[in-house]
């Protein structure tokens, strides 16, 4: 048996911008993309803080070290500059190894810059 598991997750990224004339997608900086263990292509779900809306799209990689967070195409609809978003990956896992897979979560902080990277989220519900 294999199970859904987060690999990897943004906690609290700021969306720089949101672009509706692009293909589609979510540029991230790759940066932010190698702390986490995301990579171009991989299937996503976006969370947005402010508005309550959840997306599936698949990343682009961005200019490392610029903080970009960019909704494209249509998901542009469900966000704004400025709002707060996780990005989360998910990977199966079999479940021989389920108790030691320990996913990856940058907490970010101001310029969508990594204020601590963690391997378990604490069982709080205020971060």
Do not use: W
């Not at 195409?73 to 709002?83: C, S």
């Not at 990956?89 to 601590?116: F, R, T, W």
């Amino acid at each position: 048996m294999f199970r859904h598991m987060m690999n990897g997750k943004i906690h609290r990224a700021t969306v720089t911008e949101a672009n509706l004339n692009y293909v589609g997608s979510i540029t991230i900086d790759e940066d932010l993309l190698d702390a986490v263990g995301m990579m171009a292509n991989e299937k996503v779900q976006i969370v947005n803080n402010n508005n309550g809306a959840r997306l599936e799209t698949y990343i682009i990689p961005g200019e490392r070290g610029s903080g970009v967070v960019c909704l494209n195409g249509a998901a542009a609809r469900l966000v704004q500059k400025g709002d707060i978003v996780i990005i989360i990956s998910y990977c199966l896992v079999s479940e021989e190894k389920v108790q030691s897979h320990k996913p990856k979560v940058a907490i970010m902080g101001e310029d969508n810059k990594i204020m601590e990277l963690i391997y378990a989220e604490p069982a709080l519900t205020i971060m």
